[in-house]
């Protein structure tokens, strides 16, 4: 049995005490000095939390807790606003980048966001996001989040649900797993279409080509559906553009290593007949330009996803010929930006389209025009204001 | 004794069992009756070890027959060997140690003890205790069998073989392999009592390399040669020398342990040991050792002999002095020992004595390496031509000094186990803990000449030994101890050595 | 020190097998070369390209880092100990190097000397685990493990959210710089290797660590500081992954908390394919180096021959354990445990 207490009066804490004694007293003795233990820590947290309170949850099953009345005016005081990004790891420029556009954003309204980092691994991911909601108002927090994978937000949904607290997601969620199905605190799931990205640099490349000749591809993690449909983009594009053949496609990983690696075995293999790089990624781009350079190939033309510092700068060089931005600053935002203005009063849930609570958001090609602007990512501020927080959505999620 | 006229329990009819070019067993016959206790003795590679396989179901005979209660038998592994009758305590002990008692006894033999693939752990219980109450023995059957001493094990293995009485409604034929050599003096006498109550209610067949003990206990004695049974003898009629003779087929040169060899002990003391004390084993250990000396420590096992010399030579921590040709010396670990001249061969030659995987020149230099070495370098062809010149020194049979060691035989194994501690000419004092355990009565006699002819040129030695025979035939003085404490010390002159009654009388 | 156990006499194995043992540690040691030299041979027949200089060229160029990963590796596992600290020390190695030479973000040019330190840095990390893991007797796949999250840890401080891209031209040099048509790289990799068989047979530690890993209690036994050349075979590892990641760093232009993602599982992969085996004692840096070709080799030619990426992954994993199921055929032993 979970018990969320929070800002309890004293006598209600008495009773929480004396519930769970009598409850666990019926198994063991030991079972009961634990429950006692336990209270008391419960009593300790209660106290130190200080202020008025809401009502007890005791039971804390998930859907027992009150939906925030949404015609309300705001329902919590703004300085009580609890922003928390979650991410991956710092250790790529973009999710550092998204957690910087979550800052700029908390900055912006006099909040600071709490900067969660779950390495990948799904089980810290769900734990994390327990211990967070343990320790706070939930109906005051806003969750920006990126699941771990597909699978993983399902349990996030549930958990949060059962908080009350405002929860944005990205990239990853179940087809069918939607927000307007009865959660009413999970505002929005922002995501990007894969295939629009991966046909946007394949154009690139082959007008840079001149629409013929032979090119090969990086692909990502197989099993991924980045990858897939980044991929399926590619061969759109292919369909359209007679004069180009895929030489050769292998998988590398996402990773540089490996694409430096597999692309210098694909030079070796098809020598001067590749006239282009598709990569499903920049850093898969980058590694092959490495082995390109290795070898002495310069006109080749080179393009990957996600714009990556290093890899705006190339195309800002020339060396790259596009990449594609999702906006990093931007989503970590976003999400936070949302759930203030739901919190604040500036966005009432009952206005937001069924569109808006799942949708693909705009990605800008980055070429050798827009490099320069965009080797420093940051937040434009004014797509977070109340009013401009659905001006990026192309379409609904399919 | 007497020889009943029913049909033999057991009856091996000139079985045949080649491995590529080596003949492993050469037409072996023998046989075994009811409740009768049957020896079997033959050096290393006689057939002893294949034989047992076979009666267990591990390996298959080429030609020739296997009866079991006038029956003809085919094995395939232990588990139909055991649904026979047939069990064998190893001697390499095959219990698991994280299992209880309980389940060791019956395991793989549970029976209704698991129903769906579930204990039924007060059946399981009962049936074991059942077990050992056949042997009379009192051992807890939920005690973890890490947590019994080797004599217990055993007694559990003994129960476990019983076990299958249950299931064939026969007498069981309980095989024996080196049964004692896990076991002090004391817990052997109990296995050879418990070996008398085996014999109402099964066959049993004792493998050991104790001549003595093999005379004790069997009713027959099959001596094995070169893959074929060369004698059956009946104890009584035989002694221990004809034994040995008939084992390895010629005379040894000389004496088996070089006696004659044994030179006065001379004055000058080499090691001094005054009120040594390893932490709750012994305590103020005095004794001297004198140039040249072989100082045999006899005691139980918990007597604290093994640590006491552990903690000479710093693999234990101890209290005390000692003192090496009237100078002061700390032994606080090998490597100080080392340097103060002193080398030791431990008991467990695969686990401690020796790399396996390592050529023999590897092995030989180990401890001395910085004598083939310049600065951090090696030099590899110093170190061959040392290794080459013990090799021939020890007659080491070895296809090469770069062999591994792990291809040898076990005496030519632990002769280079020895020559690592003879390549340094400094070489003060030389402590053997048990040098000829598992090795065949050849190598046995190798090592003895061995150690004599170390210490002709002065080396001490103290000496652990398998057999109290062995010891009071190896050493100048028997050092016994009991509980910790030496209790007394036994004069064993050429030609008045005391008799091993004489010695265990003072270690009990 | 454990007292001396009443242990079980030694079983004599008998005359028998002695010369079908030897014949078994014989395709041990040359077994992975046989199965490197069949691989070779089948992708010559199957692809025009595999048994081209160009592409000898490259599958030597492509095993460079994962060799010297594996040098080092082999004294850790010669000991019978695991390491697990490569990725984090190849990254803190990886984003130090990049910061401490020329860069794009900071305006530190240490030149040769950031080679230097990033190596030491490796070094620090072994001597740690090593000091960990024989001071507390912990185990080195933990104090591996552990070393491996502070290294990744130390690394992602040090990123701070933009790659240091290296901008010293004669890293730049280094990197596509050839030498007889190989990259520097690979001449670096081949002087790792030589230095790691010298102190295989010509140091101490190398006779210590097969020693060590072979049977430790004998080796307390003989003398020998067990718990210094512990330590040592680990500073001589790290200080390997250290340079390691400075090769990976000079590769790909640029410093990434990556540097060693996936190189820890394929260089214990190697090591093993090459008959250097996870119980200590045996193999050696010959044999982990011919895993590390056959590892490569099988990747070049699986994309050569044109496999479909979808399968390549399912393939290696048959082809390696086909190749390691026919090295041990004749090590294996009836009633022998595996674990």
Redesign the interface.
């Given at each position: 049995m979970t018990v969320q207490i929070e800002q309890e009066p004293p006598q209600t804490l008495m009773s929480i005490e004396w519930r769970i004694t009598v409850n666990s007293m019926m198994r063991s003795r030991r079972g009961m000095a634990l429950a006692t233990a336990a209270g008391s820590l419960l009593i300790l947290s209660g106290c130190s939390a200080g202020t008025e309170g809401t009502e007890t949850d005791v039971t804390s099953d998930a859907g027992s807790t009150e939906t925030p009345d949404s015609s309300a005016g705001g329902t919590c005081a703004p300085e009580e606003i609890q922003l928390i990004g979650q991410v991956r790891n710092e250790t790529n420029p973009y999710e550092k980048a998204w957690l910087d556009g979550g800052d700029a954003f908390a900055e912006s309204v006099g909040l600071t966001q709490t900067r969660l980092t779950y390495d990948g691994e799904s089980p810290k991911q769900q734990e994390q996001l327990r211990q967070t909601l343990s320790t706070g108002n939930p109906e005051c927090m806003v969750l920006n989040v990126l699941p771990n994978g597909d699978s993983d937000t399902a349990p996030i949904v549930a958990e949060v649900d059962a908080a009350g607290a405002y929860l944005v997601t990205h990239w990853n969620k179940p087809a069918d797993l939607n927000p307007w199905d009865g959660h009413d605190t999970w505002i929005s799931h922002i995501t990007f279409d894969g295939v629009d990205a991966g046909a946007q640099i394949a154009d690139a490349i082959f007008e840079e080509m001149g629409g013929e000749g032979g090119i090969i591809a990086l692909q990502g993690i197989l099993d991924t559906s980045a990858a897939k449909d980044r991929f399926i983009g590619l061969e759109n594009s292919l369909e359209a553009n007679p004069g180009i053949t895929l030489l050769d496609q292998q998988a590398a990983d996402f990773d540089r290593t490996s694409a430096f690696n597999i692309t210098k075995t694909l030079i070796t293999k098809h020598g001067d007949e590749i006239k282009g790089v598709w990569a499903a990624n920049d850093d898969m781009a980058l590694g092959a330009l490495q082995a390109l350079e290795a070898a002495g190939m310069s006109d080749v033309a080179v393009a990957g996803i996600d714009a990556v510092p290093e890899a705006v700068q190339a195309v800002a060089d020339g060396t790259m010929t596009a990449t594609v931005s999702v906006d990093g600053p931007w989503q970590g935002g976003i999400g936070l930006a949302m759930g203030y203005c739901v919190l604040t009063g500036g966005l009432d849930m009952a206005d937001v389209t069924q569109e808006q609570r799942a949708f693909f958001a705009r990605q800008t090609l980055i070429s050798a025009e827009n490099a320069e602007e965009n080797l420093t990512p940051t937040a434009n501020l004014a797509d977070f204001e109340c009013g401009n927080l659905f001006d990026r959505v192309t379409g609904p999620v399919s | 004794m007497s020889a009943p006229a029913e049909a033999p329990v057991l009856a091996v009819h000139d079985v045949r069992k080649t491995?590529?070019?080596?003949t492993?067993l050469d037409g072996l016959s023998f046989e075994v009756r009811r409740h009768e206790v049957v020896g079997l003795i033959g050096e290393?590679?006689a057939g002893k070890?294949?034989l047992l396989k076979m009666l267990i179901g591990?390996e298959q005979p080429d030609s020739g027959s296997i009866a079991l209660r006038g029956e003809q038998i085919k094995m395939r592994g232990i588990a139909q060997a055991g649904a026979a009758g047939i069990g064998m305590v190893f001697?390499?002990?095959s219990l698991i140690p994280n299992l209880t008692v309980a389940e060791n006894i019956l395991f793989g033999a549970e029976g209704d003890a698991i129903v769906g693939g579930m204990y039924r752990w007060k059946t399981l219980r009962q049936r074991a205790q059942a077990q050992l109450d056949k042997i009379g023995s009192t051992i807890d059957v939920d005690a973890m069998a890490e947590d019994l001493t080797?004599a217990e094990r055993q007694l559990v293995e003994i129960a476990k073989v019983l076990a299958t009485e249950e299931r064939t409604n026969a007498e069981p034929v309980v095989l024996l392999d080196?049964p004692t050599?896990?076991l002090?003096r004391d817990e052997a006498e109990v296995l050879f009592a418990q070996i008398e109550r085996l014999r109402t209610r099964a066959s049993v067949v004792f493998v050991s390399h104790r001549l003595d003990e093999v005379l004790q206990v069997s009713d027959r004695v099959y001596v094995l040669r070169n893959g074929s049974s060369v004698a059956e003898c009946v104890p009584g009629e035989v002694d221990e020398a004809e034994l040995r003779r008939l084992m390895i087929g010629r005379d040894l040169e000389g004496s088996h342990y070089s006696e004659e060899r044994q030179l006065p002990v001379q004055d000058e003391v080499r090691l001094r040991v005054r009120d040594l004390s390893v932490k709750g084993?012994c305590e103020s250990v005095d004794f001297d050792l004198h140039v040249g000396e072989i100082l045999g420590i006899a005691g139980v096992?918990g007597s604290g002999r093994?640590?006491l010399?552990?903690g000479i030579?710093g693999?234990?921590a101890t209290r005390g002095s000692l003192e090496m040709d009237g100078r002061p010396i700390r032994t606080s670990?090998?490597?100080s020992?080392?340097?103060s001249d002193i080398g030791?061969v431990?008991?467990?030659?695969?686990?401690?004595?020796?790399?396996?995987?390592?050529s023999v020149a590897?092995n030989i230099t180990?401890?001395h390496?910085a004598d083939v070495?310049a600065g951090?370098?090696?030099q590899?062809s110093k170190e061959r031509r040392l290794a080459d010149d013990w090799i021939e020194r020890l007659r080491i049979r070895t296809?090469s000094a770069a062999?591994?060691l792990?291809?040898l035989?076990?005496g030519n194994q632990q002769k280079a186990v020895l020559a690592?501690w003879m390549v340094s000419d400094s070489l003060k004092l030389l402590i053997l803990?048990h040098p000829t355990?598992?090795l065949?009565v050849g190598a046995k006699s190798e090592v003895y000449r061995l150690i004599r002819e170390l210490t002709a040129s002065g080396v001490s030695v103290l000496l652990m030994a398998d057999s109290l025979e062995e010891l009071i035939a190896m050493s100048h003085r028997v050092l016994v101890m009991k509980d910790g404490r030496v209790t007394d010390v036994v004069d064993a002159p050429v030609g008045a050595k005391p008799t091993p009654v004489t010695v265990l009388e003072r270690m009990i | 020190?454990a007292?001396?156990?009443?242990?079980?006499?030694?079983?004599?194995t008998?005359?028998?097998?002695?010369?079908?043992?030897?014949r078994a540690?014989l395709l041990a040691d040359y077994g992975p070369l046989g199965a490197l030299v069949l691989l070779c041979l089948t992708f010559s027949v199957l692809s025009p390209q595999f048994a081209t200089w160009g592409n000898l060229r490259n599958v030597l160029d492509s095993a460079a880092v994962l060799a010297v990963i594996t040098v080092g590796l082999t004294f850790v596992l010669m000991l019978g100990a695991i390491d697990l600290s490569i990725e984090g020390v190849m990254a803190t190695a990886a984003l130090s190097v990049a910061l401490l030479i020329a860069n794009t973000r900071n305006d530190i040019d240490l030149g040769f000397l950031a080679i230097v330190a990033a190596v030491a840095l490796g070094a620090c990390f072994g001597l740690a685990t090593g000091l960990l893991s024989t001071g507390l007797k912990i185990p080195s796949f933990m104090t591996t493990l552990g070393m491996s999250a502070i290294g990744i840890g130390i690394a992602t401080v040090l990123f701070a959210g933009v790659q240091p891209s290296v901008t010293s031209p004669a890293m730049g040099e280094w990197a596509s710089g050839q030498w007889f048509g190989l990259t520097r790289l690979t001449f670096v990799a081949i002087g790792v290797v030589i230095v790691g068989l010298l102190v295989q047979?010509?140091?101490?530690?190398?006779?210590y660590a097969?020693?060590i890993g072979?049977?430790e209690?004998?080796?307390?036994?003989?003398?020998?500081?067990v718990r210094r050349y512990k330590t040592i075979a680990f500073t001589f590892a790290g200080a390997v992954y250290g340079l390691a990641g400075v090769m990976v760093t000079i590769q790909l232009g640029s410093g990434i908390v990556q540097a060693g993602v996936g190189q820890n599982f394929a260089a214990i992969t190697a090591a093993v394919v090459g008959g250097t085996l996870l119980s200590g004692?045996?193999g050696g840096v010959l044999h982990s180096i011919v895993g590390v070709l056959i590892v490569t080799v099988l990747v070049n030619g699986l994309v050569l021959i044109g496999v479909s990426p979808y399968v390549q992954g399912a393939v290696q994993g048959v082809i390696v354990v086909a190749a390691v199921a026919i090295t041990a055929w004749p090590l294996r032993q009836?009633?022998r445990v595996v674990k």
């Open positions: - | 491995f590529g070019e080596t492993a290393n590679g070890s294949t591990l001697q390499e002990q080797f080196e050599s896990v002090d084993v096992q093994e640590e010399c552990r030579f693999a234990s670990s090998p490597r020992a080392i340097s030791f431990p008991a467990e030659r695969r686990r401690e004595g020796m790399v396996g995987t390592m590897e180990l401890p390496i070495c951090p370098v090696l590899r296809a062999a591994p792990a291809s035989s076990g690592r803990d355990r598992g065949d | 020190m007292p001396a156990r009443l242990g079980q006499a030694p079983p004599e008998g005359r028998a097998p002695a010369r079908s043992r030897r540690s047979h010509y140091t101490r530690l190398g006779r097969r020693a072979g049977a209690d004998l080796a307390l036994l003989s003398g020998i500081r004692g045996r009836r009633l």
